[in-house]
């Protein structure tokens, strides 16, 4: 059956193509094919997250992850868990392979195209974090609908976490942070964490962005633990 455009999902992105460096589309061509998944419009068949990293470790996924610098870093600092990032821009996918190559990651896989159809594959409670870095803000009113942390998307991420997985987002445009605090805090299944340090690696579009006056806020919070 085919969608009617009164009933397809609002898309929450851009999407973006561009032209990637040498070193990119060589990374591209090399590692694709062993790190790469091609995310399917309609695709709602289960993903099997040990087979797709050859183990069963934690998963955090990571929505839009830029350039993939910090997904890198992360993965190299941490490599008893699997980083499932998803990004829709050709570019910073070639950027992120060329990193898991060069710095040897094997707990890092790269998925092009539509993160909550992605999401939609993944089994309840099934990931350890998930990450929303400096997502679209969609500054103007009538486009707020395509906002990421929205009431129903942000119940669909909390049933992918397992109890005590931490949904973590950050932006840098505060409006948006006002709203996806209440969005947050309305989720009868989370918690939010206090604002204290916690590790993160900044990116270059974050340091930018600090580097202009740009105040950064980080949101994190946990899934319920149920106890009976």
């Not at 397809?8 to 062993?34: C, K, N, Q, V």
């Not at 099997?48 to 600092?77: N, Q, Y």
């Not at 803000?137 to 669909?156: C, G």
């Not at 299944?189 to 993160?200: A, K, N, Q, T």
Request: with cysteine; hydrophobic share 40%.
């Amino acid at each position: 059956m085919t969608e009617t455009a009164e009933h397809r999902p609002i898309r929450t992105f851009h999407p973006r193509r561009g032209r990637m460096s040498a070193r990119h589309f060589d990374a591209y061509e090399a590692l694709w094919p062993r790190f790469g998944l091609t995310i399917v419009d309609g695709d709602r068949s289960p993903l099997d997250l040990a087979a797709l990293f050859e183990r069963d470790a934690p998963v955090v996924l990571e929505i839009g992850f830029g350039m993939g610098d910090a997904t890198a870093a992360m993965a190299e600092a941490d490599p008893g868990r699997d980083f499932l990032g998803v990004e829709v821009h050709t570019p910073g996918i070639g950027a992120l392979l060329a990193l898991t190559g060069e710095l040897g990651l094997t707990n890092v896989r790269v998925a092009h195209g539509d993160a909550l159809q992605l999401v939609h594959r993944i089994a309840p409670g099934s990931l350890d974090a998930v990450h929303v870095f400096f997502p679209d803000p969609w500054p103007k009113a009538r486009h707020h609908k395509r906002r990421l942390i929205q009431p129903a998307n942000v119940a669909l991420l909390r049933d992918r976490l397992r109890p005590g997985g931490v949904l973590h987002c950050a932006t840098d445009w505060p409006e948006y942070a006002e709203a996806m605090a209440e969005v947050l805090e309305a989720d009868p299944g989370l918690g939010r964490l206090p604002d204290g340090p916690h590790e993160r690696p900044r990116t270059k579009f974050e340091k930018r962005g600090a580097a202009a006056g740009r105040p950064i806020k980080d949101l994190r919070f946990e899934r319920a633990i149920c106890r009976f």
